[in-house]
T-cell receptor
Framework: SQQGEEDPQALSIQEGENATMNCSYK?????LQWYRQNSGRGLVHLIL?????REKHSGRLRVTLDTSKKSSSLLITASRAADTASYFC??????????FGSGTRLLVRP | NAGVTQTPKFQVLKTGQSMTLQCAQD?????MYWYRQDPGMGLRLIYY???????DKGEVPNGYNVSRLNKREFSLRLESAAPSQTSVYFC???????????FGQGTRLTVV
């Protein structure tokens, strides 16, 4: 089974609204990353948060990490139609392995 | 600086045929990965290579073999393709300390 599970599986919001997606994982990690995938394309790295960090910001992105609950959230503020994509969390679950979750499909309606 | 390059971009195979997917990175990274992504799903790790000369199984290695030819190249081989291997295959290479992973554009494989 996959290390990370995103929630919700799909999310539809209006442009300008905030989008929040969550990731839960099973084992201890060194860091957790979020990636974005436009339809049919390769993944693009968005942000990395280390296990000793609780929150991180990058532009309109805000990531939180709760290692006690083994969960993370990605918040995209003031969403745009161009944010429409799938978003994945990834964890280094064990030595050298980078394991991805099942993803959240985000649709931002103009 | 091309990053991660995969070939081919598209391939159709008949059941039982074999093929090799090629991946090369020009970032001087130690690690390289092969993933598959089925429609509407996340990425599943097939094999990975932590450094030149080493390879290890990931989550779904059955039906595949890999070769880490040198530091730049990591190939994935399907010895006898099956329809269940129809998928999009991605090669990736993380930076030092397993930070940002750079992805190729994918190979869309159909086995009929």
């Amino acid at each position: 089974s996959q290390q990370g599970e995103e929630d919700p599986q799909a999310l539809s919001i209006q442009e300008g609204e905030n989008a929040t997606m969550n990731c839960s994982y099973k084992t201890s990690i060194n860091n957790l990353q979020w990636y974005r995938q436009n339809s049919g394309r390769g993944l693009v790295h968005l942000i990395l948060i280390r296990s000793n960090e609780r929150e991180k910001h990058s532009g309109r992105l805000r990531v939180t990490l709760d290692t006690s609950k083994k969960s993370s959230s990605l918040l995209i503020t003031a969403s745009r139609a161009a944010d429409t994509a799938s978003y994945f969390c990834a964890t280094d679950a064990s030595s050298y392995k980078l394991i991805f979750g099942s993803g959240t499909r985000l649709l931002v309606r103009p | 600086n091309a990053g991660v390059t995969q070939t081919p971009k598209f391939q159709v195979l008949k059941t039982g045929q074999s093929m090799t997917l090629q991946c090369a990175q020009d970032m001087n990274h130690n690690s390289m990965y092969w993933y598959r992504q089925d429609p509407g799903m996340g990425l599943r790790l097939i094999y990975y290579s932590a450094s030149e000369g080493t390879t290890d199984k990931g989550e779904v290695p059955n039906g595949y073999n890999v070769s880490r030819l040198n530091k730049r190249e990591f190939s994935l081989r399907l010895e006898s393709a099956a329809p269940s291997q129809t998928s999009v295959y991605f090669c990736a290479s993380p930076g030092q300390g397993y930070t940002e992973a750079f992805f190729g554009q994918g190979t869309r494989l159909t086995v009929v």
